[in-house]
């Protein structure tokens, strides 16, 4: 009789980032497309950042997290594990919520580039102006 190993998923998205985030019990590993966090985002603000769910639960060491990311560019997917972390552990257990969404941790951070305008360089940024 084989042993059902629960896993807990959830979606996070930041930025044009999206991070598809696996929860299971486990040693604390995380595992980004593969490779170790540490080695993926080589940014200890940004480990942080992705481990802070688990760190404020409490469950730092208690589970594994496997995330598959794509999309934008590094500081975008560590956001969107964070999101995507974050949901996998309320799905998990709904008493994190509150302390989850008091840390802003749930929210979909809404902000993403702004489209180029026609008569700009970039979304805002106009031509020089030469008087002469």
């Known amino acids: 009789m084989s ?7 959830a979606t996070g998205k930041r930025k044009n980032a999206i991070a598809r985030v696996w929860i299971k019990p486990g040693a ?8 170790p966090l ?5 940014r200890p603000s940004l480990e942080m950042l992705v481990r802070q769910p688990l760190v404020m639960t409490s469950n730092a060491d208690r589970y594994d997290v496997l995330a598959k990311c794509t999309g934008g560019g590094i500081t975008g997917q560590a956001g ?4 995507g972390i974050s949901k996998a552990l309320v799905v998990m257990d709904e008493e ?7 840390a802003g941790l749930l929210t979909r951070d809404p902000r993403v580039k702004e489209r180029k305008k026609y008569g700009f360089k970039r979304a805002r940024r106009g031509f020089q102006f030469s008087k002469r």
Do not use: D, F, S, W
Request: proline residues 3%; hydrophobic residues 30%.
């Open 80 to 83: 969107a594990m964070r999101h």
């Open 38 to 42: 540490a080695q993926y985002v080589c």
């Open 3 to 9: 042993e059902e190993i629960v896993r807990y998923y």
């Open 96 to 102: 994190y919520r509150p302390t989850l969404r008091k």
């Open 28 to 35: 604390g590993r995380i595992l980004v497309n593969g490779r």
